[in-house]
């Protein structure tokens, strides 16, 4: 069965510190896709990166990588210099053949001052 | 781009009334879902369409919820009657229908029954 496991509920982290949020997913399909969403307090989800289970290298946008890790089915999502504004509900995603996109439960991350 | 479109906004009604959610997803996306995000149950794929079709409504909760998708620029969810229990965030989200292809959510309908 496919699942996807956010095993920390919440965070605090000192700002300017990097931030890692942990995802292990679960799947038989060698072909998917896996996905981060941010979810700021206005309740809006906001993309921010995306791995191919075939990609080579880890993804990065920005202030945003993702350390990919296949054998281990793990996908964390790492905020490097965190701000005030990346303090948020994530959500880690995968996306497999059959179109379906599944999330797990967030990790809610508040950045202190 | 306007983004995926979600009418309305909010909606407070009364237990057993019908509820009609809105979606416009964004032009030439082949994929559209409908999810339902709680406190307790987190965020749920209720149903998902390709190219106006459902492939998956195992998510629906049961027959009083019902989508359909009539042609490729809008979509609805309809609760009949609405329960307190459904009171809720509804988000419509619509992609291309690759496995790379990320989702964009719309902003949702905060559903609040009284």
């Known amino acids: 069965a496919q699942k996807i496991t956010q095993t920390q509920p919440g965070m605090f982290v000192q700002e300017k510190e990097a931030v890692t949020l942990d995802c292990t997913y679960d799947?038989?399909?060698?072909?998917?896709?896996l996905f981060w969403y941010k979810q700021p307090s206005s309740g809006e989800m906001i993309f921010l990166i995306y791995q191919g289970s075939y990609d080579q290298q880890n993804a990065t946008e920005g202030r945003y990588s993702l350390n990919f890790q296949k054998a281990r089915k793990s996908a964390n999502l790492v905020i490097s210099a965190s701000q005030l504004g990346d303090s948020a509900m994530y959500f880690c995603?995968?996306?497999?053949?059959?179109?379906?996109?599944?999330f797990g439960k967030g990790t809610r991350l508040h950045i202190l001052p | 781009d306007a983004g995926v479109i979600q009418s309305p906004r909010h909606e407070v009604t009364e237990m057993g009334q019908e509820v009609t959610l809105r979606c416009k997803p964004i032009s030439g996306h082949n994929s559209l879902f409908w999810y339902r995000q709680t406190m307790m149950r987190g965020l749920e794929l209720l149903i998902y369409f390709n190219n106006n079709v459902p492939i998956d409504d195992s998510g629906m909760p049961e027959d009083r919820f019902s989508a359909k998708m009539p042609n490729a620029s809008f979509s609805t969810l309809k609760i009949q009657p609405s329960e307190p229990r459904d009171s809720a965030v509804y988000f419509c989200?619509?992609?291309?229908?690759?496995?790379?292809?990320?989702?964009?959510f719309g902003p949702g309908t905060r559903l609040l029954v009284l």
């Open positions: 989200a619509s992609s291309l229908g690759q496995i790379q292809e990320t989702q964009y």
């Open positions: 799947t038989s399909d060698p072909s998917y896709g």
């Open positions: 995603a995968m996306r497999n053949r059959d179109d379906k996109i599944i």
